[in-house]
């Protein structure tokens, strides 16, 4: 490995960081316009690519099993690409209380 990250890491560190960024981008503090910001910034960055190659940070959003993204994968749901709306409704569902 020879200090490289495994793919799945990267992705996982790469979801991490579209979460956080909006924070340090100075995204309003107020409570209420905070997720919707972050779910803007997120949006943006999941676009699909005809590679695939958003399928793996979308697993990776998923991996991380956050409440918080439920309405990131709300919005997925109404994706084009049945890819992504897979991904949302799973998202919602991983995220769910009654998990």
């Known amino acids: 490995m ?17 979460v956080v960024a909006p924070l340090a981008m100075g995204v309003p503090r107020d409570a209420a316009a905070a ?3 972050t779910v803007a910034q997120l949006r943006s960055a999941v676009t699909s690519h005809r590679s ?5 940070l979308l697993f990776s959003l998923r991996q ?11 919005r997925l749901i ?15 569902a991983e995220v769910s209380p009654e998990r």
């Open 52 to 56: 695939g190659s958003h399928l793996p």
């Open 35 to 37: 997720p919707d910001a």
């Open 64 to 74: 991380l099993r956050d409440p918080a993204l439920g309405p990131v994968f709300e």
């Open 2 to 18: 020879g200090g490289t990250l495994l793919p799945m890491h990267r992705m996982i560190c790469l979801a991490l960081i579209l």
């Open 78 to 92: 109404n994706h084009d690409d049945w890819q992504v709306q897979v991904h949302g409704a799973l998202g919602l």
